[in-house]
């Protein structure tokens, strides 16, 4: 809305009444005007001169009667006199009151200041919408200052929008031109086709690390599409493996959004050399492998549908051995990017030797009717990956969901440890991860692909879901569902961390494995997750191969609810520090299942001595009557525990037997040396009564071992005593309630 005021200008006397009949004088600035009159004029054109003075009615200036306003050319000074005339007033510079004048004078600065082409803060550097001149020339009045030029590639560069011509050499040219100039540009690709094909080939690197577009050297640039907007990768020459549409080198805060991409025009399927990406991120060259002048800093994908690619966005950083340490990519987000069938041996993102990674809303549909092996992850930060979020995503079909990885044995002498850290993977949903063929790169632990594995220093899996694959699935699946590890030789310490993961359908639920453990201090926290459906292989990997949780050294294992797992629920492998308290295990093991050992919660050695370790306040419920677990929990035979250890027996329902715990294991702080079975009697609690049957002709039993029913009845045994050691031995009972 528009303010009103008076279209005249108004005079009063000296008693506030409108100026009748009084008189004005116009002269030259800080002059006497009367003295010193100038031409004013009844019109802006000034084409019609007034005589002076000028005649007042009724407080405005008037012209035959009617009020009018009088125009002068420039500044000047003015005397208001009354009917008897009389000096009201002298003004002797407008300048300190008029609007109009002082508009005026800054149009006609700003006026000067456009028609500047020699100071770098005028001329064009003013203007943020000047364009590029058709065919990369660049307006020679054009400055560095400028911010965010907007350029139609179509119509300033010549770029073809048929979707079947070679748009490579135009958009090269383009980029060549801004990145000379140092222009930063808001580059808007029109809603068309733009077919972008690789070069005939790239020498150096035998595999030839060829790419359709390099955007080298930008500065503060945003390439962006409009609705309708679709980049077509095309084929590469027969010796270009590793192909991908884009290419970024040395930019710095440049963003690429709002547009589609089709990567259908090559092989996307490949395993090896023969895989494809939609965007390399590279601070070196690809081909002699010798780093850039500078890294990439501040790299933004967002906003794009992808299809048909072998891998998203990759950076491609020199991690072999026999190179010193690389240049490190700075600052990259990928967020909104909505794909389908990436599924080649790249990932959908992977971030080496790369400092603040943000991953965040993308959502990634893989086709389940795939049948060859492919082995990739959604997200790979590893080998040098600092600080990363990756929060929000969706994932189906790859054959791992993520990963923050530790590269080892590189560097010049081979002997670098390029360590991940501070990867955080939150609220992330992975489904149907794992290959249709075969549970790929077999192995226990770090060998096979998992649902989220952490390998470095201070990563977290927080609130995830991940589940293996079950449709199309042949002999394979998904090993692991959470793996965590720390293989880097020069780590001081670390803390991992699991909480609140949802994992199902998956070989081992979640697996910490530390083999370095006693050359650092490394600790795991596995917390309030939920492990459902283990499975055991058609061709088993590992004979822990169906257990729900695997812990090894330092390790708190706590508030876990563990569903129908093929073997044990919990798994202690050489533990010492190893923390084991308020899980809940329902329907775990079985024991009409001759591979498994019917053992809920089982504490296992590896072979070797264990350390300190506890049980305490642990649930085990089994629903499934004959086909019940026998045992809750399990010490294996063989084995020394040389350390105290702790048991405080929590609630135990449903077990074939009923043995749920030793009552000679409650005393904290006790040593014990067991080989096989205990060297003291022992008493446990049993829902039947002993016989020929499991356990009772499983174990060796000693004199004085005691078993008290679980659910006494009057008028029956309320314990029995082993009074003949054997197997199962003879059992007395010590008289009716």
Same mark, same amino acid.
């Given at each position: 809305?528009?303010? !009103?005021?008076?279209?005249?200008?108004?005079?009063?006397?000296?008693?506030?009444?409108?100026?009748?009949?009084?008189?004005?004088?116009?002269?030259?600035?800080?002059?006497?005007?009367?003295?010193?009159?100038?031409?004013?004029?009844?019109?802006?054109?000034?084409?019609?001169?007034?005589?002076?003075?000028?005649?007042?009615?009724?407080?405005?200036?008037?012209?035959?009667?009617?009020?009018?306003?009088?125009?002068?050319?420039?500044?000047?000074?003015?005397?208001?006199?009354?009917?008897?005339?009389?000096?009201?007033?002298?003004?002797?510079?407008?300048?300190?009151?008029?609007?109009?004048?002082?508009?005026?004078?800054?149009?006609?600065?700003?006026?000067?200041?456009?028609?500047?082409?020699?100071?770098?803060?005028?001329?064009?550097?003013?203007?943020?919408?000047?364009?590029?001149?058709?065919?990369?020339?660049?307006?020679?009045?054009?400055?560095?200052?400028?911010?965010?030029?907007?350029?139609?590639?179509?119509?300033?560069?010549?770029?073809?929008?048929?979707?079947?011509?070679?748009?490579?050499?135009?958009?090269?040219?383009?980029?060549?031109?801004?990145?000379?100039?140092?222009?930063?540009?808001?580059?808007?690709?029109?809603?068309?086709?733009?077919?972008?094909?690789?070069?005939?080939?790239?020498?150096?690197?035998?595999?030839?690390?060829?790419?359709?577009?390099?955007?080298?050297?930008?500065?503060?640039?945003?390439?962006?599409?409009?609705?309708?907007?679709?980049?077509?990768?095309?084929?590469?020459?027969?010796?270009?493996?590793?192909?991908?549409?884009?290419? %970024?080198?040395?930019?710095?805060?440049?963003?690429?959004?709002?547009?589609?991409?089709?990567?259908?025009?090559?092989?996307?399927?490949?395993?090896?050399?023969?895989?494809?990406?939609?965007?390399?991120?590279?601070?070196?060259?690809?081909?002699?492998?010798?780093?850039?002048?500078?890294?990439?800093?501040?790299?933004?994908?967002?906003?794009?549908?992808?299809?048909?690619?072998?891998?998203?966005?990759?950076?491609?950083?020199? !991690?072999?051995?026999?190179?010193?340490?690389?240049?490190?990519?700075?600052?990259?987000?990928?967020?909104?990017?909505?794909?389908?069938?990436?599924?080649?041996?790249?990932?959908?993102?992977?971030?080496?030797?790369?400092?603040?990674?943000?991953?965040?809303?993308?959502?990634?549909?893989?086709?389940?009717?795939?049948?060859?092996?492919?082995?990739?992850?959604?997200?790979?930060?590893?080998?040098?990956?600092?600080?990363?979020?990756?929060?929000?995503?969706?994932?189906?079909?790859?054959?791992?969901?993520?990963?923050?990885?530790?590269?080892?044995?590189?560097?010049?002498?081979?002997?670098?440890?390029?360590?991940?850290?501070?990867?955080?993977?939150?609220?992330?949903?992975?489904?149907?991860?794992?290959?249709?063929?075969?549970?790929?790169?077999?192995?226990?632990? +770090?060998?096979?692909?998992?649902?989220?594995?952490?390998?470095?220093?201070?990563?977290?899996?927080?609130?995830?879901?991940?589940?293996?694959?079950?449709?199309?699935?042949?002999?394979?699946?998904?090993?692991?569902?959470?793996?965590?590890?720390?293989?880097?030789?020069?780590?001081?310490?670390?803390?991992?961390? %699991?909480?609140?993961?949802?994992?199902?359908?998956?070989?081992?639920?979640?697996?910490?494995?530390?083999?370095?453990?006693?050359?650092?201090?490394?600790?795991?926290?596995?917390?309030?997750?939920?492990?459902?459906?283990?499975?055991?292989?058609?061709?088993?990997?590992?004979?822990?191969?169906?257990?729900?949780?695997?812990?090894?050294?330092?390790?708190?294992?706590?508030?876990?609810?563990?569903?129908?797992?093929?073997?044990?629920?919990?798994?202690?492998?050489?533990?010492?520090?190893?923390?084991?308290?308020?899980?809940?295990?329902?329907?775990?093991?079985?024991?009409?299942?001759?591979?498994?050992?019917?053992?809920?919660?089982?504490?296992?050695?590896?072979?070797?001595?264990?350390?300190?370790?506890?049980?305490?306040?642990?649930?085990?419920?089994?629903?499934? +009557?004959? !086909?019940?677990?026998?045992?809750?929990?399990?010490?294996?035979?063989?084995?020394?525990?040389?350390?105290?250890?702790?048991?405080?027996?929590?609630?135990?329902?449903?077990?074939?037997?009923?043995?749920?715990?030793?009552?000679?294991?409650?005393?904290?702080?006790?040593?014990?040396?067991?080989?096989?079975?205990?060297?003291?009697?022992?008493?446990?609690?049993?829902?039947?009564?002993?016989?020929?049957?499991?356990?009772?002709?499983?174990?060796?039993?000693?004199?004085?071992?005691?078993?008290?029913?679980?659910?006494?009845?009057?008028?029956?045994?309320?314990?029995?005593?082993?009074?003949?050691?054997?197997?199962?031995?003879?059992?007395?009972?010590?008289?009716?309630?």
């Amino acid at each position: 809305m528009l303010a !009103t005021s008076a279209p005249f200008p108004q005079f009063f006397d000296k008693d506030g009444s409108p100026l009748d009949s009084g008189s004005l004088y116009f002269g030259v600035a800080n002059q006497n005007p009367e003295t010193n009159p100038i031409t004013v004029y009844w019109d802006a054109l000034g084409t019609q001169p007034i005589a002076q003075p000028v005649r007042t009615l009724n407080g405005v200036v008037v012209r035959n009667g009617t009020p009018a306003i009088v125009y002068a050319a420039g500044n000047y000074s003015l005397n208001v006199r009354d009917q008897r005339g009389r000096l009201l007033f002298y003004a002797s510079d407008s300048a300190s009151y008029s609007n109009d004048l002082l508009v005026q004078t800054q149009l006609a600065q700003l006026i000067s200041d456009l028609s500047n082409s020699v100071d770098p803060l005028k001329g064009d550097a003013m203007i943020a919408s000047k364009r590029i001149l058709l065919g990369g020339a660049l307006a020679t009045t054009i400055h560095a200052i400028n911010e965010y030029r907007r350029i139609d590639p179509v119509i300033d560069f010549g770029v073809p929008t048929d979707g079947v011509t070679d748009c490579t050499p135009t958009i090269q040219a383009m980029i060549t031109s801004l990145a000379a100039a140092g222009v930063s540009a808001d580059i808007v690709f029109p809603p068309h086709d733009y077919k972008c094909l690789a070069p005939a080939s790239e020498t150096g690197d035998p595999r030839s690390y060829a790419s359709a577009v390099i955007w080298r050297g930008l500065k503060n640039c945003r390439i962006r599409g409009m609705k309708g907007t679709r980049f077509i990768q095309g084929p590469g020459s027969a010796g270009a493996p590793e192909y991908s549409l884009f290419r %970024a080198e040395m930019c710095t805060n440049v963003e690429w959004c709002h547009f589609d991409a089709d990567g259908s025009g090559i092989n996307t399927q490949g395993i090896g050399a023969a895989r494809s990406n939609f965007m390399y991120v590279c601070n070196h060259d690809l081909d002699t492998k010798a780093d850039l002048a500078y890294p990439n800093t501040g790299i933004h994908v967002h906003h794009i549908g992808l299809n048909n690619f072998g891998g998203g966005v990759c950076s491609a950083t020199r !991690t072999e051995a026999g190179f010193p340490y690389p240049l490190v990519t700075k600052g990259v987000s990928v967020h909104d990017i909505v794909g389908t069938n990436i599924n080649g041996q790249n990932h959908f993102v992977s971030m080496t030797y790369t400092e603040a990674i943000w991953c965040k809303n993308n959502d990634i549909k893989n086709p389940l009717t795939l049948t060859a092996q492919i082995g990739n992850y959604m997200f790979d930060m590893s080998a040098g990956a600092v600080n990363a979020l990756i929060e929000n995503n969706y994932g189906i079909g790859f054959t791992g969901g993520a990963k923050a990885e530790t590269h080892t044995g590189a560097g010049v002498a081979n002997n670098e440890d390029r360590i991940s850290q501070n990867a955080v993977f939150f609220n992330n949903t992975f489904e149907q991860i794992g290959d249709p063929i075969t549970l790929i790169f077999p192995g226990a632990g +770090g060998g096979a692909f998992a649902g989220i594995k952490l390998n470095g220093i201070n990563h977290k899996a927080l609130h995830n879901t991940i589940t293996g694959r079950t449709t199309n699935v042949s002999t394979g699946g998904l090993y692991q569902g959470i793996y965590l590890t720390s293989t880097a030789v020069n780590l001081v310490e670390t803390k991992l961390v %699991a909480h609140d993961n949802d994992v199902k359908s998956t070989v081992i639920g979640i697996n910490h494995d530390s083999p370095l453990d006693t050359l650092h201090r490394f600790a795991c926290d596995i917390t309030n997750n939920k492990v459902r459906d283990t499975f055991i292989p058609a061709t088993p990997i590992a004979g822990n191969d169906g257990t729900g949780i695997i812990a090894s050294r330092n390790a708190l294992v706590r508030g876990n609810d563990i569903y129908r797992t093929a073997r044990s629920a919990i798994l202690l492998q050489t533990p010492d520090q190893t923390f084991v308290r308020e899980n809940y295990a329902y329907d775990c093991a079985s024991s009409n299942n001759p591979t498994i050992a019917a053992k809920v919660v089982y504490a296992q050695s590896g072979g070797g001595a264990v350390g300190y370790f506890e049980f305490v306040d642990n649930v085990i419920s089994d629903s499934r +009557g004959g !086909t019940a677990a026998a045992y809750g929990y399990f010490f294996e035979a063989g084995t020394t525990y040389t350390n105290s250890y702790g048991f405080v027996p929590g609630r135990t329902s449903g077990l074939l037997t009923g043995i749920a715990f030793d009552k000679y294991l409650a005393a904290q702080g006790r040593t014990y040396s067991i080989s096989g079975s205990l060297t003291l009697p022992r008493e446990f609690y049993s829902t039947g009564i002993p016989s020929g049957t499991a356990p009772w002709n499983a174990l060796a039993w000693r004199v004085g071992d005691r078993a008290l029913i679980q659910t006494p009845v009057v008028g029956s045994p309320k314990a029995w005593v082993c009074t003949v050691a054997g197997t199962p031995g003879t059992w007395v009972s010590e008289g009716n309630l």
